[in-house]
């Protein structure tokens, strides 16, 4: 049991060997606290971590650690009775506590608080990080939207509806073809019927083309051409 502790045994650190230590005894009466101090390097702090080992924490540097009664006897604790073991030193102070400087209105935090500080820090940084990443991108989604920059399909789809309506574009032809009053509307989807097509020849000859024939067939229209064809034989 706790009241029963008076011996601290320990090796590691700056105890090579095993060590006893008889720290919870005064005047030969149990003490309910100790209070170590010392030069630097003196082993405060292993005394320390070994009493945190015991209780039942992680030491790497710490290869033994267990408590003696006033017979040389290792007593065994319950997790109840380790719990009641509460060890204030450095590494306390850097887990638990956290001072907020702001001149003479700093604030000391400790325990749950300190650490829910060091959490919205470390959040914080990540918003920072986000924030740079979401305005990253707001630039790019932009410039994907802005009509007038060459990054932005519609800059490319404007252009196409441009050329489709001039005169000598699809829309001009349509109107010389059907005989309209005015060029054939292009609506925001007309190139869609266009740039899934593969014509055996380029642009400039299909020009060409359509010019011949449309030569050919005002005349037609007009009656001034010839139309030389051989006649056939008819049976006698």
Same mark, same amino acid.
């Given at each position: 049991?706790?009241?029963?502790?008076?011996?601290? @045994?320990?090796q590691?650190? !700056?105890?090579?060997?095993q060590?006893?230590?008889?720290?919870?005894?005064?005047?030969? &009466?149990?003490?309910?606290?100790?209070? =170590?101090?010392?030069? !630097?390097?003196?082993?405060? $702090? %292993?005394?320390? *971590?070994?009493?945190?080992?015991?209780?039942?924490?992680?030491?790497?540097?710490?290869?033994?650690?267990?408590?003696?009664?006033?017979?040389?006897?290792?007593?065994? =604790?319950?997790?109840?009775? #380790?719990?009641?073991?509460?060890v204030?030193?450095?590494?306390?102070?850097?887990?638990?506590?956290?001072?907020?400087?702001?001149?003479?209105?700093s604030?000391?935090? =400790?325990?749950?608080?300190?650490?829910? %500080?060091?959490?919205?820090?470390?959040?914080?940084?990540?918003? #920072?990080?986000?924030?740079?990443?979401?305005?990253? #991108?707001?630039?790019?989604?932009?410039?994907?939207?802005?009509? $007038?920059n060459? #990054?932005? +399909? $519609?800059?490319?789809?404007?252009?196409? &509806?441009?050329?489709?309506? *001039?005169?000598?574009?699809?829309?001009?032809?349509?109107? @010389?073809?059907?005989?309209? *009053? *005015?060029?054939?509307?292009?609506?925001?989807?007309?190139?869609?019927?266009?740039?899934?097509? $593969? +014509?055996? @020849?380029?642009?400039?000859?299909?020009?060409?083309?359509?010019?011949?024939?449309?030569n050919?067939?005002?005349?037609?229209?007009?009656?001034?051409?010839?139309?030389?064809?051989?006649? +056939?034989?008819?049976?006698?």
């Amino acid at each position: 049991m706790l009241k029963d502790i008076r011996t601290v @045994k320990l090796q590691g650190a !700056n105890f090579k060997e095993q060590t006893e230590l008889t720290l919870f005894c005064e005047d030969n &009466h149990p003490a309910k606290g100790i209070l =170590l101090y010392g030069r !630097n390097g003196s082993g405060k $702090s %292993t005394i320390a *971590r070994a009493l945190r080992k015991i209780k039942g924490g992680q030491v790497t540097n710490i290869q033994t650690a267990s408590v003696l009664d006033n017979q040389g006897s290792i007593i065994t =604790l319950s997790d109840e009775e #380790k719990a009641h073991i509460f060890v204030f030193d450095e590494d306390f102070v850097n887990a638990n506590v956290r001072v907020q400087e702001d001149g003479l209105g700093s604030i000391v935090m =400790l325990g749950e608080q300190a650490g829910l %500080t060091e959490l919205i820090e470390a959040t914080a940084e990540e918003l #920072k990080t986000a924030e740079a990443v979401r305005d990253q #991108k707001k630039v790019i989604r932009d410039e994907y939207n802005d009509s $007038s920059n060459q #990054k932005a +399909p $519609s800059y490319y789809i404007n252009k196409m &509806h441009a050329i489709l309506q *001039r005169d000598d574009g699809w829309a001009g032809r349509k109107r @010389k073809i059907g005989q309209l *009053r *005015r060029n054939a509307s292009v609506s925001e989807n007309t190139y869609k019927d266009f740039i899934n097509l $593969s +014509p055996d @020849k380029i642009r400039d000859d299909l020009i060409v083309d359509f010019a011949n024939e449309w030569n050919r067939l005002e005349a037609a229209q007009s009656g001034t051409s010839k139309i030389s064809m051989v006649v +056939p034989a008819i049976p006698a």
